[in-house]
C-alpha cells in the first residue's frame, strides 16, 4: 500500500500559498521528476473555470437553456454547458454593465494542466477527461501514450482512477478531495471514498508509492478513513449516520421529478401532485413520509424547469399502488406541457 499524507489548504492559505499545488505535492513531483518516475494528478472536474463573473457587476455567465454556469475552456477560447452541450464564446466584456473586468474562478482539469506546464516547464503532461477523450479510441491512445512514452504527468478527471496498472506510476495528488463531498446527495460520503481508495491504488503498484492528498476539511471521517483505507471504521460511521438520518438501506427514497417549459405550470403541477399524494397516503393509511414540493438544486435543464418531490418509505405493493393511482389521478388534470418522471432510490437526487 502506498503512504498517504494529508495536506490542509487552509494552513496553505495561511502561510501565502494560493497555488492550487501545495508544497508538499509541489516538492513531492519536483522528486519524482528528477527520479524518471511518473505522477497522476487527479481532479473531479473538467476545462479551466468553473464560472466567470463580471468584478464590476457581478454578473456571472449561465447557460441560456440550463440554469447552471458555463465552464471557461482555454483550449477552444469558449464557454460551455456541461448539461445540454450549449456553448458561446468567451466573454470579452460583460453582457450586463460593458466592464472588461472579467475574471475566472474556480479550477478544472485545464486549468491545473496549464498551471503545471508554468511550475515545471521541462515536464511533459497528457490531459485526460471527456473532452480530450471525444474521439474514437482516444482512451487507450492517451493510456498507451502515457505509459509506453514515458510521460511525466497524466492528469485527468474520475477515468484516471479506474483499475489501470501503471508500473512507474509512484505518486499520486488529489487536487481536491472535498470536491465530492460537498453535493447534495446522501452517498456522498460513499462515493467521495470510493474514488480516493480507487486513485490511492494507482500509486506504487511495483515500486514504493506515495499519495499526496488535498484537502479543506482533514479531520473528516471520509478523508481519514480513505487515508487508512480502512473500510470497516468508514462502513461502521457511514451505516450509522444513514440509520439516523432514515436514509437507505434502512428506508427507500421516491423522488417525483417534475419538468415543464412552463415555469408557472410546473409549479401548479408539483403542488397538485403533492396534494394527491398526501390525499392517497391517508387513503391507503401508508407509511409514507412526503416532503413538501422544491424547486430541484438545477433548477432548469434543456429549457425545462424542474421541482420535485421527496418521499421516504419502505417500499412495498401498498406503496406502489399508492403511487400508480396518485399518477392516474394527476393524470386526469392534463398538464400538457409536464413530464413526471418517479425514481426509486435515484442514483442522482440533484
Not at 479531520?219 to 437507505?248: G, S
Request: glycine share 4%; net charge positive; charged share 25%.
Amino acid at each position: 500500500m502506498p503512504y498517504v499524507e494529508i495536506v490542509d489548504l487552509r494552513q496553505e492559505l495561511a502561510n501565502g500559498n494560493r497555488s492550487i499545488i501545495s508544497n508538499k505535492l509541489y516538492e513531492e513531483i519536483e522528486k519524482n521528476l528528477n527520479n524518471k518516475e511518473q505522477t497522476i494528478l487527479f481532479l473531479n472536474r473538467r476545462g479551466f473555470s468553473t464560472f466567470v463573473m463580471c468584478r464590476d457587476c457581478g454578473y456571472t455567465a449561465k447557460c441560456k437553456r440550463c440554469n447552471i454556469s458555463l465552464t471557461y475552456h482555454e483550449y477552444s477560447n469558449t464557454l460551455k454547458c456541461h448539461y445540454c452541450g450549449y456553448e458561446i464564446k468567451n466573454l470579452q466584456t460583460c453582457p450586463s454593465c460593458k466592464s472588461k473586468n472579467i475574471k475566472y474562478f474556480g479550477t478544472g482539469t485545464e486549468k491545473l494542466q496549464n498551471e503545471i506546464q508554468k511550475l515545471f516547464p521541462t515536464a511533459s503532461t497528457i490531459r485526460m477527461d471527456i473532452d480530450t477523450v471525444s474521439k474514437k479510441n482516444s482512451h487507450e491512445e492517451i493510456l498507451n501514450k502515457f505509459k509506453n512514452e514515458n510521460i511525466d504527468m497524466l492528469i485527468g478527471t474520475q477515468m484516471v482512477v479506474k483499475g489501470h496498472h501503471f508500473p512507474n506510476v509512484t505518486l499520486v495528488g488529489v487536487i481536491a478531495a472535498d470536491s465530492s463531498l460537498n453535493i447534495e446527495d446522501y452517498r456522498a460520503n460513499e462515493r467521495t471514498f470510493d474514488i480516493l481508495t480507487q486513485v490511492e491504488g494507482r500509486a506504487g503498484r511495483e515500486k514504493e508509492g506515495r499519495v499526496i492528498v488535498q484537502t479543506y476539511n482533514p479531520e473528516n471521517f471520509v478523508i481519514e478513513c480513505a487515508k487508512k483505507q480502512d473500510y470497516d471504521e468508514f462502513y461502521n460511521t457511514e451505516i450509522e449516520l444513514r440509520k439516523q438520518l432514515k436514509y437507505p438501506p434502512f428506508c427507500d427514497i421516491i423522488m417525483f421529478g417534475i419538468s415543464s417549459n412552463s415555469k408557472e405550470e410546473v409549479e401548479q403541477a408539483s403542488k397538485k401532485l403533492h396534494n394527491i399524494l398526501e390525499k392517497n397516503c391517508k387513503k391507503y393509511n401508508a407509511k409514507l413520509d412526503i416532503y413538501r414540493p422544491v424547486v430541484s438544486p438545477i433548477s432548469k435543464i434543456k429549457n425545462k424547469y424542474r421541482w420535485r418531490i421527496i418521499a421516504k418509505c419502505n417500499l412495498n405493493n401498498t406503496i406502489v399502488n399508492l403511487v400508480n393511482t396518485t399518477l392516474d389521478e394527476y393524470y386526469k388534470l392534463k398538464f400538457k406541457n409536464t413530464r413526471v418522471i418517479v425514481d426509486v432510490n435515484p442514483n442522482n437526487l440533484s
